[in-house]
């Protein structure tokens, strides 16, 4: 099973064009080789891991095994706050919620070099890619919002796109339990605000950055000709 898996496509973008279909994939980590395969039904050529070292050494991935592009490096940065939380019994519903959004407002400045780089390397290839990071849905969740935002996709799709990780609840419940067994990931109220997305996260990586074309000109550096060059490759 890939977790959270989906592909992003027609969605409306820069001048009413649409995101093309069997470009964008988004999802989870993938460490079942029989999975892994699944992935090559959509031609994928480039994966962009955005999990730090440890999460990497943990549970590696069996995309790397497959010849695939993994042009970023990992980082040591560690979001699992939350979790340690709850296995010290000291967090409640309301505030692993205020620590979810905590997190989400330290993303533009934490992930600076890692959205730099996928962006870096957007503009240099090619094919379809995966982004993906644990479950598929935070760290996932803003690097996509990012790319649609280039491509000219407006908000109201953007968190379209973003609130369908809620579909994948029980399966990401399930996979935080296999790696955290001390946890009812699935019948604990107080995991709901780390399992599930709301809007509000994403308002709350979206307010640090004033707008996204802002940010991806100063923060990411991309300029016109860089955004041309993108909706080139992902848009119809």
Known sequence: MLLNFREVAGLRGHAGRRIRP????????????????????????TVYDLRNRREEADR?????????????????????????MMRDSTASAESNRAAMLEIYG???RLFQPTFEAVFADLLASDGPIYIHCAVGKDR?????????????????????DYLLSNDAYGD?????????????????????PIIAVETAYLDAFLDRIETPETYLRQKIGLDEAALTALRRRFLD
């Open 172 to 192: 990401i419940a399930a996979s935080i339990r296999l790696r955290h067994p001390q946890l009812s990931a699935a019948e604990n109220p107080s995991l709901r």
């Open 60 to 84: 590696p991935s069996a995309l790397r095994g497959l010849g695939l592009r993994h042009p970023v490096r990992q980082h040591d940065i560690d979001l699992a706050a939350p979790i340690r």
């Open 22 to 45: 069997g470009m964008i994939f988004r999802g989870g980590a993938v460490t079942d080789p029989a999975a892994a395969l699944l992935m090559g039904n959509h031609r994928v050529t």
């Open 140 to 160: 996932t969740g803003v690097m996509v919002a990012l790319l649609l935002s280039a491509l000219g996709v407006g908000r109201k799709a953007i968190d379209g």
């Open 106 to 108: 330290e993303l533009p």
